[in-house]
Every structure is written in C-alpha cells, then in structure tokens.
C-alpha cells in the first residue's frame, strides 16, 4: 500500500483555527490569562463529540477565546505548518475566520499580522502557502461587507474568499452582492456548500457566487443533473472524509460518498478541515479513505494529482509538483514490483 502521509499533496480545506490542538489551546489561554470552561486537555477532548455541524462550532468558536495575540496566530500556523510537512504538504490553501475574532474586539491586522508572519516562514517546511477568508454565513451580509471593506488594504495577502459556518438555513444566496464585490476587488472564490446544506445551495454558490470551487459538496450526489454539471464543468469538490464521519454527515467511512463520486467522474480533492477536532491531518484522510473505501493507490495518486490541478497555483507550479507526484508513484510501483517477488 502507498505510504498515504508521503504522497505529496496539496491541502485545499483547512480552518487554521481547526488546527487548534487541545494542548496548545490551554497553553495560550494559561500565557493570556484567558479562563476556560474546561478543567483539563482531558475534559476538553471529553467535550469532541459531536453530534452536527453546529455542536461543533460552539466549541470551535469557544476555544478561540485562548487566541489574543498576533503571536498565538503566528505559533498556531507554524505549528500547523510543521504537521503538514509531515503529512507530504507541499502547498497549503488556509482558511481564516475574521469575523470570529473581531467579535472577540481582536483587530484584523492583529490576525492578519499572525498569520502572515507565519506564511512567510513557509519554505522552511517546504510548503507554499495562501490564505484564504471567509465570511461566517451564520452573520449578516452587512457583517460580511464590512469584513471585506478591511481584507481591501491586505489584497496582497489574501488570495480569495470563502463561505463558512453554520449552513443550513444560511444559503449562499444570502451573500450574493459580497461575493459581487469581492471577485470586483480581484479575490477567488469558494464557498462551503452541501456539506449539510442540501444540493440547492451548491447550485447557488456556483450560479451566483461564481465560485471557482465548492467546499465539501458531498450532498451533491442527491441531485443527478448537478452531478452532470459538476463532472462537465470539472469544478473541484474538496472533499473532507474525517470531517464528515466526525460531524454525523454520515455515520461510517465505509458510507462516505467519496468513492461514488469519483466514480461519478466529480474532481475530488481529499483534505483535513479542522484536524485537531477531527482525529487527523490530511495524510491521516488520504489513509482513513484508501482503509475504508477500499481505493487503490492508483486513487490515491489521483486524489493527490488533484489537488495541484485544483488549486490556485500557476500552471508552472502545478508541472512541477504534479512531476513530484509521478514520481512519488513510480518509485511506489518499483517498490511493490520488488516486494511480490
Ligand atoms: N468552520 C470550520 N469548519 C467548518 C465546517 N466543517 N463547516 C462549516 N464551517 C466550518
Ligand atoms: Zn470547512
């Protein structure tokens, strides 16, 4: 079996507070003298059961208390950073959630600031990364204009915009005249859609936000003419198998769609969304799905072939690393050959 953590790939769907590890959580809330609701790492981790979408968010935007500081934005994405070079990055496309901390009276350049600092250091894990925002689709549009009217002075920073949070009864449609204004301003755009959401809200975020890629998308599959469309149009799914499974989108591995829709001819990306919550980064997905959906390594290399096609990289870029894939896949197949003799 292909060495799913080595196989270069790229990560196209992760929350950098979904990276938030227990440990490091209760490190920055001692340093920030922020007081949890948690005693211990023990009884936080007791509290990752989730039951839906939204009893994990009340606990992903609890834990955010304990970030106050552009340093805890910037150890956070370096301690990311080092986990994904493990896990075969080599170029990471990173969502963050403004919005949740300016709530908290943070300023964006304070995050903004964190981060960069970070993204800046990516060559020393051998990554290339952006940064992707989102708009938390469960706050107004107004919230989400005023949101982009400050990304505006940071366009050299920020690639695109994303849609996030709390999706049912919050369709894509609600954000229309921002994500108008944000493809206007020279942003990418992508948007969380069919994850819980019904297939109409992917319908959505591609005829009205125009989005370049659909997060999730897995429900697509209840509706064969947005399959169709979907496989026509080569649109990317990025795809997040332990997510899933965590958050009751279905109850086993062995039912997720994944395979189907591959199958189905759908661009799918595999990838990790908040793998501190969710039992694993993006190479611990690729190995959850080739174990439980019985896929092939020559699936797998797809998957990972995909996720250079599917990103936001230069054509140069995505040879050299779909070069590196090739490789990777030969030198597996050498392997195996020797071994079954
Ligand atoms: N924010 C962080 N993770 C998310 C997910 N899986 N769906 C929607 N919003 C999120
Ligand atoms: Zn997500």
Known sequence: MID????????????????????QIFQFAQRNNVQLAYSSVAALEEAYKFTDLQSFLNLYYAAMAALRTERDFEELTIAYLQRAKAQGVRHAEIFFD??????????????????????????????TTALIMCFLRDQSEASAMQTLELALSHRDKII????????????PSKF???????????????????????????????????????????RCMEDSKLVAHLAQTEVPLT??????????????????PLKR??????????????????GGYVGDNFSAVQSGLQLTDDDLVQ?????????????????EYLAQIEGFAAMNTVMKFGLSR
Not at 4 to 15: D, F, I, N
């Open 176 to 218: 229309q005249a921002v994500f108008d204004r944000a493809r206007a301003a020279g942003f990418l755009t992508v948007a969380h859609a069919g994850e819980e959401g019904p297939p109409e809200y992917v319908w959505e975020a591609l005829n009205l936000l125009k989005v370049s890629r659909i997060d999730h998308g897995v």
């Open 303 to 319: 998957l990972a072939r995909n996720s250079f096609t599917s990103s936001f990289i230069d054509e140069a870029a995505k040879r």
């Open 261 to 278: 829709m591959m199958e189905a001819g759908l661009r799918c990306t595999v990838n990790s969304d908040d793998p501190a919550y969710f």
């Open 239 to 256: 795809v997040c198998p332990l997510s899933n499974v965590r958050l009751r989108v279905v109850d086993r591995m062995a039912d997720h």
């Open 160 to 171: 695109g915009v994303g849609l996030d949070s709390a999706e049912l009864g919050n369709p």
């Open 98 to 127: 403004p919005q949740a901390h300016l709530d908290r009276g943070l300023s964006f350049e304070t995050v903004v600031s964190g981060l960069w600092a970070a993204l800046q250091r990516s060559s020393e894990f051998g990554i």
């Open 4 to 23: 799913s953590r080595a196989l270069p790939k790229a990560e196209l769907h992760v929350h950098i507070e979904g990276t938030f590890e227990p440990a």
